[in-house]
Nanobody
Framework: QVQLVESGGGLVQPGGSLRLSCAASGFILADYAINWFRQAPGKEREGVSCVSSSNGSRYYADSVKGRFTISRDNAKNTVYLQMNSLKPEDTAVYYC??????????????????WGSGTLVTVSS
């Protein structure tokens, strides 16, 4: 079975930090670029970040640049999203998704081969 599973979401106060994980099974993560998307209530799905299969290229939405960092550990078949200085507007369900090798479709969610089911991040005082 091919599967992506997100974890690490939760409730955090503004200014706090969370680290999300995206763990792959049933396929070799090293062959894929991994994207993070998020969707807040009443809003369109938004590209947050993407990292290429080689970790050579990384992309971020303007709204998260300087605050979020994407990284990968191919030996563990896992991609991470470190989120610092969180704001209430970061509240959303966060999804990871895989495309072949490069972030060719950034920032679109079209062209993804696999999707996780999402993890909820709530930023509130």
């Amino acid at each position: 079975q091919v599967q992506l599973v997100e974890s690490g979401g939760g409730l955090v106060q503004p200014g706090g930090s969370l680290r999300l994980s995206c763990a792959a099974s049933g396929f070799i993560l090293a062959d894929y670029a991994i994207n993070w998307f998020r969707q807040a209530p009443g809003k369109e799905r938004e590209g947050v970040s993407c990292v290429s299969s080689s970790n050579g290229s990384r992309y971020y939405a303007d709204s998260v640049k300087g605050r979020f960092t994407i990284s990968r550990d191919n030996a563990k078949n896992t991609v991470y999203l470190q989120m610092n200085s969180l704001k209430p507007e970061d509240t959303a369900v966060y999804y990871c998704a895989a495309e072949v090798l490069r972030c060719s479709h950034w920032p679109s969610y079209y062209g993804m081969h696999y999707w996780g089911s999402g993890t909820l991040v709530t930023v509130s005082s």
